[in-house]
């Protein structure tokens, strides 16, 4: 019998958002994802495809409060958890973490973090009073209830 794993992806407040952008954050939620998911996976693979058109408009100044989802490894999968970038160096994300992580007992909300490019699932910025990118974000709220989702007062820009 093949076990599969799960993402974690947190929800709510700063989980699901990367950047500060609700004035009494919702309280978090984690929704799990097998490893499976297809449309979570062609989410991840969009975020992937389009991050260096992300990197150059971070570098070019467009946009505001900008953060990348991370796969961070703990002993059973990878916690999938945004982190509100301070810069880029080379393939190199630097930043510190947006949430308060479930399975990393090592980190923290406001740790510093750097992790290469190649562990990025997502990624988003805010311009215009819209977020734009945020593509497992748009995947993983078909879980959440309507109120759930007004709660969380996303505004979320059109995909490219």
Do not use: C
Not at 15 to 44: C, K, T, Y
Not at 84 to 93: C, I, K, P, R
């Amino acid at each position: 019998m093949r076990v599969q794993r799960q993402r974690q992806v947190v929800l709510g407040g700063l989980g699901l958002l990367g950047a500060a952008l609700i004035a009494a954050p919702a309280a978090a939620q984690v929704i799990d994802f097998r490893s499976s998911d297809r449309e979570m996976n062609r989410a991840i693979e969009q975020a992937r495809k389009t991050l260096p058109d992300f990197v150059a408009l971070y570098r070019a100044g467009t946009g505001e409060r900008h953060a990348v989802k991370v796969a961070i490894p703990y002993d059973r999968g990878r916690e999938h958890i945004w982190m509100n970038l301070t810069a880029v160096e080379g393939d190199v994300f630097i930043g510190r973490i947006a949430n308060d992580p479930v399975h990393l007992d090592n980190l923290n909300r406001g740790d510093s973090y750097r992790t290469g490019s190649a562990m990025v699932s997502d990624w988003n910025y805010m311009s215009g009073g819209q977020m734009h990118g945020s593509y497992t974000t748009r995947v993983a709220i078909k879980k959440l209830s309507p109120t759930q989702v007004r709660e969380l007062g996303l505004k979320l820009a059109p995909l490219p």
